[in-house]
């Protein structure tokens, strides 16, 4: 009887921790926008900037074109928009900078290790220097990509 008692509960700590470890799938979220130069930007270029929102992580990127050749520039992602821009979206520090090769390209990403809000809204915004400070050159709208 000892046995068998101790069996049942055996069998229900496992059914149990079987229903605990399993949860329902996490959505992965995408977000993606082009581009803009600023007014004031003597030498306008374009590109895109884009998100993607994982259940542990969020990764982030940048690509710039037609950029003036042998420049760095800083850039992050925002809450808010291009117009109304808010609160940077983890640590300044988690922002690569941007070299731009000599025929006007460079690229960046980044990784939060963690899930940020899904609901947005959000913004890149590219700035003149390679710490994300300084004058905004351009920035991105970014729209969920359903």
């Known amino acids: 009887m000892r046995l068998s008692g ?10 149990f921790a079987a229903c605990v470890g ?10 993606q926008g082009f581009l803009i130069a600023s007014v004031d930007t ?3 270029f374009t590109g895109l900037a884009a998100m993607v929102i994982e259940e542990q992580q969020t990764r982030m990127g940048i690509s710039v074109d037609d950029a003036p050749a042998g420049i760095t520039i800083g ?10 821009p808010g ?6 520090t988690a922002y690569p900078p ?3 090769s000599e025929s006007g390209t460079g690229a960046a990403e980044t990784v939060l290790f ?9 913004a890149t915004l590219v700035y003149e220097n390679r710490d994300g400070s300084g004058r905004v050159l351009a920035c991105a709208d970014l729209e969920e990509q359903l």
């Open 6 to 15: 101790r069996l049942l509960c055996g069998v229900t700590l496992l059914a």
């Open 22 to 31: 399993q949860t329902e799938p996490v959505d992965v979220v995408k977000w």
């Open 42 to 44: 003597g030498d306008p």
């Open 75 to 84: 850039w992050a992602v925002l809450e808010g928009s291009c117009d109304a």
């Open 87 to 92: 609160e940077r979206v983890g640590p300044a």
């Open 98 to 100: 941007v070299d731009v």
């Open 114 to 122: 963690r899930r940020i809000s899904t609901t947005g809204p959000y």
